[in-house]
């Protein structure tokens, strides 16, 4: 059975990415696995990516996509053609269009749709109370017509992958019917996390470390509040990764406390969160971490 995979993004090895061609690259060699995405970081290859772009021509590719977005829609479209074209399953990432499973659907194709995250209907409703409650207007970047752009995809699904109860949950919350939804787990893998088992020498003070954008989709300021309330002293709370504009100029009183450090985003994750110990995921619609 063969397989073809949509993912709309740059693949760069890391992050989603990683977790993609992990689950598709070791299919049996039958399944002639294609993964689709716009293209592909320099260091990375697959040989199941099929990229719209060459790597050589990033830099070019980008800077058109930013006078007149095109990337999207070549990626699209050489999945579509590709998967009709070949049969077996279609496989859509979040991200992917409408259209897309529409064309599929025209063509007699089987439609799956991978999950990571919530419906985001549900994430619309649950970050709409986070930014009421934290006293910010909701800029959290969910528009109705978006959410509702993913219902008509996961409603020309034949079955959605779910990798967590919150996303089942989600799903159910929104009408999607029981029966498609098939549930998943996504696996932890000690060769990609190589550096954080290498044994790095724990924190001389106690360490709390929270990995990802800090943002209040993520939960940092509810975080920044309980170790304000906690009052521990001689500890330190870490903060890895990009601040957005949800914490920028007075906002940034919100991660304000004695032992809190925001250190932007570092290559050195696995090291530091090696060396903490307590790692604090408190996100408030990403589903579950394991």
């Given at each position: ?63 058109l ?61 649950i ?23 993913e219902?008509?995809?996961y ?17 159910l ?20 996390n ?85 790692f ?7 589903g579950?971490?394991?």
């Amino acid at each position: 059975m063969k397989v073809t995979v949509l993912f709309p993004n740059v693949a760069t090895g890391g992050q989603v990415s990683h977790v993609c061609f992990s689950l598709y690259e070791p299919f049996p060699a039958e399944s002639e696995v294609h993964i689709h995405c716009h293209s592909l970081e320099r260091g990375f290859r697959s040989p199941v990516a099929r990229p719209a772009v060459p790597p050589a021509l990033n830099a070019l590719a980008w800077r058109l996509e930013r006078a007149r977005p095109f990337l999207h829609g070549r990626t699209v479209g050489r999945f579509v053609r590709d998967a009709a074209g070949r049969g077996g399953v279609a496989l859509l990432w979040p991200g992917a269009v409408v259209e897309a499973a529409r064309a599929l659907r025209a063509r007699g194709c089987r439609v799956v749709m991978e999950m990571i995250n919530c419906h985001q209907a549900t994430a619309r409703r649950i970050l709409e109370d986070a930014f009421r409650r934290a006293g910010l207007p909701a800029e959290h970047g969910i528009a109705e017509a978006s959410a509702a752009r993913e219902s008509d995809v996961y409603a020309l699904a034949d079955a959605i992958f779910s990798p967590s109860p919150m996303t089942r949950l989600s799903l159910l919350e929104n009408g999607v019917p029981e029966e498609k939804i098939l549930d998943t787990a996504f696996g932890w893998s000690p060769e990609h996390n190589r550096r954080l088992l290498a044994g790095v020498p724990k924190a001389e003070a106690f360490t709390v470390i929270s990995a990802g954008t800090v943002c209040v989709r993520k939960g940092a300021h509810l975080l920044a509040a309980a170790w304000r309330d906690a009052g521990l002293r001689d500890g330190r709370l870490l903060f890895a990764g990009a601040v957005t504009e949800d914490f920028a100029g007075e906002r940034a009183g919100l991660l304000a406390g004695g032992g809190i450090e925001c250190l932007g985003h570092r290559a050195d994750l696995p090291e530091l969160l090696g060396a903490a110990h307590v790692f604090a995921f408190p996100t408030l619609e990403e589903g579950r971490a394991v």
